[in-house]
């Protein structure tokens, strides 16, 4: 067989793939919008903004300092983050599904929060804001890319010298443990159950799959020592259901 005729039908394979994930996730998202932060609340019984809480606190963004929270979502890292920086900073929240963003945009304005600025973009597709950012966080936005790694670095690209990024994500545990099997449970029994009240469980049901492809903590540590950073560490949060990553 010709290696010519091959490497470029795999190539255009792969770009097909990437994009089809890229465009089904924006779907999901923009379809789950108007419940999104309801369902939040009450699939985490309210843990997620304690998680979020605690992501910042160990970020510790200052007064001053510019930040992004990236795959913003409705923007509740966002919000924490402008708190801290305001009013000599800036926050930019961003994110590549228009109708969840609305959401953030018109929770700031419920707030009279003109400080944060709202940005629709691709995360992997960023290619201004090199070395601008002194903090990024990520809450449960890693783990929807196209490719976990060009996030990563992506992340890296975007940080200033010293910067810091924080991320919040699903902890992808051993196949038998405890809390995988606690986790699979609750994800197909309880969550997408109650998704399945506003005709959005095949939305829900994508979260057990995305976790599948995530890579797990020794992996994730891993990438980023290779993308450049110096320092990086994982924490487990709800018995492993849940991680924190720090890189610096
Ligand atoms: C599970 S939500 C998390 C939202 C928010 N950070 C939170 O913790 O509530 C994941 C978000 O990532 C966004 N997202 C997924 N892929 C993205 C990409 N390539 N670029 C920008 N945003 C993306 C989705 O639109 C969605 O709002």
Not at 66 to 75: P, R, Y
Not at 145 to 151: D, F
Request: aromatic share 12%.
């Amino acid at each position: 067989m010709n290696k010519n005729l091959i490497y470029p039908n795999k190539s255009i394979k792969n770009l097909t793939m990437k994009f089809r994930k890229t465009i089904e996730v924006k779907n999901i998202f923009n379809k789950i919008s108007y419940k999104y932060d309801f369902l939040n609340n009450l699939l985490s019984f309210g843990l997620h903004k304690y998680w979020k809480r605690k992501l910042v606190n160990l970020l510790e963004p200052l007064n001053g300092e510019d930040w992004a929270d990236l795959c913003c979502g409705t923007g509740d890292l966002a919000f924490l983050i402008s708190d801290r920086v305001s009013p000599r900073g800036s926050i930019t929240g961003i994110d590549s599904a228009k109708d969840i963003l609305n959401i953030a945009k018109r929770k700031s304005e419920i707030k009279k929060n003109k400080f944060i600025r709202w940005e629709i973009k691709d995360v992997l597709e960023i290619n201004d804001y090199s070395k601008n950012f002194d903090g990024i966080c990520m809450s449960y936005g890693l783990r929807n890319l196209n490719n976990v790694e060009q996030g990563i670095k992506k992340v890296f690209y975007l940080l200033k010298d010293k910067g810091r990024a924080g991320f919040l994500d699903f902890n992808h545990s051993t196949k038998n443990s405890l809390s995988n099997i606690f986790q699979k449970l609750y994800l197909r029994l309880i969550v997408v159950n109650i998704a399945r009240f506003f005709n959005l469980s095949p939305e829900y049901a994508y979260i057990e799959k995305s976790i599948r492809n995530f890579p797990k903590k020794n992996e994730l540590i891993k990438i980023a020592k290779e993308v450049g950073f110096k320092k990086a560490e994982y924490r487990t949060i709800l018995g492993g259901a849940n991680g924190n990553t720090n890189f610096s």
